[in-house]
Nanobody, 126 residues
């Protein structure tokens, strides 16, 4: 069982940028597809971006592809979500999650991911 720890959240203003990090321990990151999800109170958790383990392909919630690039550094066992041009509606708790080793993935779906971090709060406010 892998452990995931998110960091990098905080309070920012509209238009600012943040970079979230997801550190994986207990195994080699290179084997795992990783995704970012977000959730606001009263709403379902939604997939934001995902990156595969086998070919490095990335998948996004359509509207976020240009603003929230996802990358991975297998040497550091860390996946990043660069969040640019932040909007008030991006406010949420952001979670990273790992799918089964070398699983085939696409646009992130909750049911494909079995290991989760504790989440990091991102608040965008004037």
């Amino acid at each position: 069982q892998v452990e995931l720890v998110e960091s990098g959240g905080g309070l920012v203003q509209p238009g600012d940028s943040l970079r979230l990090s997801c550190a994986l321990s207990g195994s080699a990151l290179a084997d795992y597809p990783i995704a970012w999800f977000r959730q606001v109170p009263g709403k379902e958790r939604e997939g934001v971006a995902a990156i595969s383990s086998t070919d490095g392909n990335t998948y996004y919630l359509g509207s976020l592809k240009d603003r929230f690039p996802i990358t991975r550094d297998n040497a550091k066992n860390t996946v990043y979500l660069q969040m640019n041009s932040l909007k008030i509606e991006d406010t949420a708790v952001y979670y990273c999650a790992a799918a089964a080793p070398r699983a085939r993935i696409g646009i992130p779906r909750l049911r494909d991911y079995g290991s989760w971090g504790q989440g990091t709060q991102v608040t965008v406010s004037p």
